[in-house]
């Protein structure tokens, strides 16, 4: 079957797929805006083309551009497509090392050209310096990563490492003698290399457009679950996993506990210092309460100033704490920049499912009263919903004191 093949014919064949991968790497570059790596896969794709469409006419063309700039191309090509890897997971850029590469395969190539002429031993050379660059970038893409990108970034590693591998074996099938009595560059070997690398262009450019789609996708989705100035899950995403999360305790017997928190008289830092410093003071309040967060709990912005927190495994018991080191996190840290110093306290209502249940709303509503006990006793404090069953009387009386204390501030 190979040997109907044209070499010529595979050769332009190659070129166009290289050339169409390039254009569609490069047009998924423009619209990227600041997406990582796909410049460097563009420009990569680039030089590959360019040194493949070199190389393979050694017949026609002087060597030193068949040979020494065909194969300092590919090098460069593939050392731009390691770097593009490195760039898309934010890890360091060594530009020495795709330059050191395409520097030593020259002056390897060109040694062994023009001092001791040896077709054999310039064979051996590109294949283990373009091999090695292929399983540096399978390196990079087949480590663990959160699906699913992960099956973009194996799919696209699996195509390089087994490339790497072929063109590795390519000296030691040349000296067993697969290729027959043909030269190394018109045989079967060559043919097999010319396939492998139309396959490996097609595979590892679709491999990298996945690995962008996958982590736009993974970002629009973190944007639809996130509040825009916190960054704590927004309320339509709280409800959602909660409730998911509430239902595994259940089915686990395991206990969960709901904190409302209320920042106290914020809408005075709103009409004193600005929106812009009420913003700020928000964040720097999350940035508190996530200090005595857990990786497994729950913070999400229920609304305005008000935060919901889920503590998974906890009883009220063992909530209180918690509660209490927040509280007074947040009073023993006031708010500063530029010469402000903005003080802040919060008021928490704490709700259990031992005495309210596994549903979201039940929780919700106990550790709202909870909390709107706290701000009626003065703020400042953390209060626990008592069981259901509380009088009327109470009921009456905390309203009393609310209207109250809301004559007192005005």
């Known amino acids: 079957m190979l040997a109907n093949l044209d070499l010529k014919t595979l050769t332009l064949s190659l070129s166009l797929v290289t050339l169409m991968m390039t254009l569609l790497l490069g047009l998924a570059a423009w619209h990227a805006g600041a997406e990582r790596g796909l410049r460097h896969w563009a420009l990569g794709n680039l030089a590959l083309m360019f040194g493949l469409m070199l190389n393979v006419n050694q017949d026609d063309l002087h060597h030193t551009l068949s040979i020494l700039l065909a194969n300092g191309l590919m090098t460069l090509g593939l050392g731009l497509v390691w770097l593009g890897i490195r760039a898309f997971f934010e890890r360091s850029q060594p530009q020495l090392v795709p330059l050191l590469a395409t520097l030593l395969i020259v002056i390897l190539l060109g040694l062994f050209r023009y001092q001791f002429d040896s077709n054999a031993v310039r064979y051996a050379i590109s294949s283990v310096i373009l091999g090695g660059l292929c399983l540096l970038c399978a390196s990079e893409l087949l480590r663990p990563t959160e699906p699913p990108l992960r099956s973009a970034c194996w799919f696209s590693g699996a195509i390089a490492l087994l490339y790497g591998l072929m063109l590795l074996a390519r000296p030691v099938a040349s000296l067993l003698g697969w290729n027959g009595a043909a030269s190394l560059l018109g045989g079967p070997l060559q043919l097999i290399t010319l396939l492998g690398a139309m396959a490996a262009q097609i595979g590892m450019a679709t491999g990298f457009i996945l690995m962008t789609h996958y982590r736009n996708l993974a970002a629009l989705h973190r944007l639809s679950e996130r509040d825009g100035l916190t960054d704590t899950l927004n309320r339509r995403s709280l409800h959602q996993q909660a409730g998911a999360l509430l239902a595994r305790m259940q089915h686990g017997g395991e206990p969960v506990t709901l904190i409302m928190v209320?920042?106290?008289?914020?809408?005075?830092?709103?009409?004193?210092?600005?929106?812009?410093?009420?913003?700020?003071?928000?964040?720097?309040?999350?940035?508190?309460?996530?200090?005595?967060?857990?990786?497994?709990?729950?913070?999400?912005?229920?609304?305005?100033?008000?935060?919901?927190?889920?503590?998974?495994?906890?009883?009220?018991?063992?909530?209180?704490?918690?509660?209490?080191?927040?509280?007074?996190?947040?009073?023993?840290?006031?708010?500063?920049?530029?010469?402000?110093?903005?003080?802040?306290?919060?008021?928490?209502?704490?709700?259990?499912?031992?005495?309210?249940?596994?549903?979201?709303?039940?929780?919700?509503?106990?550790?709202?009263?909870?909390?709107?006990?706290?701000?009626?006793?003065?703020?400042?404090?953390?209060?626990?919903?008592?069981p259901p069953g509380q009088t009327d009387q109470e009921q009456v009386a905390l309203r009393l004191l609310s209207q109250f204390s809301h004559n007192l501030d005005v």
Request: aromatic letters at 6%; a neutral charge.
């Open 262 to 386: 209320d920042a106290d008289h914020f809408k005075r830092i709103n009409d004193d210092f600005g929106h812009q410093t009420g913003d700020a003071v928000l964040c720097h309040l999350v940035n508190r309460i996530s200090q005595h967060l857990r990786t497994r709990d729950l913070l999400g912005r229920f609304g305005g100033e008000e935060f919901t927190l889920l503590l998974p495994g906890l009883d009220s018991e063992q909530a209180r704490p918690v509660a209490e080191r927040i509280r007074h996190g947040i009073s023993q840290a006031p708010w500063r920049l530029a010469g402000e110093t903005i003080s802040l306290t919060a008021s928490l209502g704490v709700a259990c499912s031992q005495h309210h249940g596994y549903d979201f709303n039940t929780l919700l509503g106990a550790a709202d009263a909870a909390l709107y006990r706290a701000k009626t006793l003065g703020r400042n404090r953390v209060e626990l919903a008592p």
